[in-house]
């Protein structure tokens, strides 16, 4: 059997990448179908090939990584920064609509009555639900951290309790902004107030579902051993997309929520 | 019933008891199933106990085994049979979708006349 020279990963020929292309190319020419033709076949299968990609590709890095012990330092290293860049990546997506929003909430034009809020909208108590919605985000960053100490000194009872307890925080913030939603007294077609607020906090509440699967596959393979002590930067990759999740929120909530009350 | 793998010999019994209890609605049938009872569930306890560590058991020296085997198989096939069947549902996905996509995007491009 050939050995290699050197400490990094020549990855295996796969298909995952053609597989995730298609099913971009999918779930976009889909989506117009759908608009103009009225048909959803095309787009959802879009979305369970991706579906499948995203399962089958993340399998096999864990394959790569746990059981295969490819993950050596420089590759966490490459993984360290390719998560560094992906999350860097994102903040520059939401910067995109907080740019929005303040360009409409700076200088309200004399169609929304020359003000912002603008003139007939009511707006959400920051100090209710929104509050709250803060104080769970908050807690659920504590808890993450504590799963990451509890990871770091061998206590499997509990970082798995602390990680689970992460999730459901995750799942409660999900619960209650759907709530809010759903009794808000506005609508995404409210003009530029209602398009930028359901545009950047559902594009939130998008970041906090993946989020919360990230963390709940993390919680199954910490059950099954795959972490040590050491080693588990699956876990921390999704600790930091989790406080990049928090720390959006808290500009929402200051900007949007507050401010833009 | 189902947990109680570990004593077959006493499964079979308290089915056997529970069917004539139904049956006849018999009360010795019944006092039988009780004292059964107790036993089952000092067993399901003790199976329920031993099959729940067996799910937590740590397999991951088995999983590096399978994976680090010098068989030649790429990664996304190295687990085995179930590997094989999801990547071939992936791909005929693929293959179909591709090809819809271009029925689909070639049938917009040409709209059909109104009568």
Redesign the interface.
Known sequence: MAHQAHAYHMVDPSPWPLTGAVAALLMTSGLAIWMHFHTMTLMTLGMILLLLTMYQWWRDIIREGTFQGHHTPPVQKGLRYGMILFITSEVFFFLGFFWAFYHSSLAPTPELGGCWPPTGITTLDPFEVPLLNTAVLLASGVTVTWAHHSIMEGLRKQAIQSLALTILLGFYFTFLQGMEYYEAPFTIADGVYGSTFFVATGFHGLHVIIGSTFLAVCLLRQVQYHFTSEHHFGFEAAAWYWHFVDVVWLFLYISIYWWGS | LLCVRADSQSSIIIVIHYFLFLSHGSLKDLKILCLYDQSLQQLSRRTIASSARRQ?D???KQ??K???E?NGM???L??GSKDAL??R???A??VF??G??VY??IS?AMPKKPQ
């Open positions: 937590l740590n397999t991951v999983k590096q399978l994976f680090q010098d790429p990664i996304h190295k687990g999801l990547y549902t992936t791909m996905l693929t979708g591709a819809y996509v689909e995007l917009a």
